[in-house]
């Protein structure tokens, strides 16, 4: 089996193990080459005419799991549990966006109008591609936004960042792994930022860690946060945004569904 295509394929189908097929990926997503973060799709599953491109084994990294099954199942959830909140025609703010994950399930709804944001250019300039058939509709923006762990060297702290969007332009804003990164001051200055750019009556839907220990509220780094579940629906109270429900564990993360009162 010599054909580096052809030793990847019998991997994918079990004839032989992984560690056969390729040299083992990097220890992390930021030892990637940074070229490979541009790889336009998986060598093994090719561009089709009118499909999203699938993003690189190293873009999906960055984006929390490289495992493929992972990263449909994670955007596919998502997906269902944000639909079945959303109006007719909905228009959907994607915080936090990474290369698609959610987005390309959100795609396959005709009517639905969508914006991404995220502070990590190879995903946006991914995005851009992937989703240039449908720029009518979807749209990918990039923040210069300042985090230790996804773009150190921004220009912007995120408490400075003004999100380029419409405000009280959303019926939804989804923030899939985002909150897991974001220091308290950052959060408390995000909800601000959402409760803004919601329509009255509009959802956010934010996913969070909640392993902190007893007394504590908010700890961790920009690798991850666990916040204290009371404590974050205080802060989102504060921003103007009320507690609807908890939605359930997500692949690890509770999350929360949050609304901008009428
Ligand atoms: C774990 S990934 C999740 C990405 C995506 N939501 C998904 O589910 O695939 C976290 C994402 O948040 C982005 N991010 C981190 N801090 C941010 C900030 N302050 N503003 C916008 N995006 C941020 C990162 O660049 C990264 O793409």
Known sequence: MNSKPLRALAARVGLIRPSEAEPPPPATWRDFPRESLHHFDEPALPLQPYGVPVPSYALRTSAGTGDLAMFLGIGEAWAQIVSRFLPEAPVVLDLGCGCGKLARFLHLNPALRYVGVDIFLPSILWCRRAFEGSKDRFRFEHVDGRSVTYNPDGAIPTTAISLPVEPGGFDAVVCGSLFTHLLEP?????????????????????????DVPPGARFVGDEDRIDVDEGYFLDLCAAAGLEDEQRLGVVYGQVVRLLRKPR
């Open 186 to 210: 950052d959060a408390v200055h995000y909800l601000g930022e959402i409760a803004r750019v919601l329509k009255p009556g509009g959802r956010a839907f934010i996913s969070l860690h909640v």
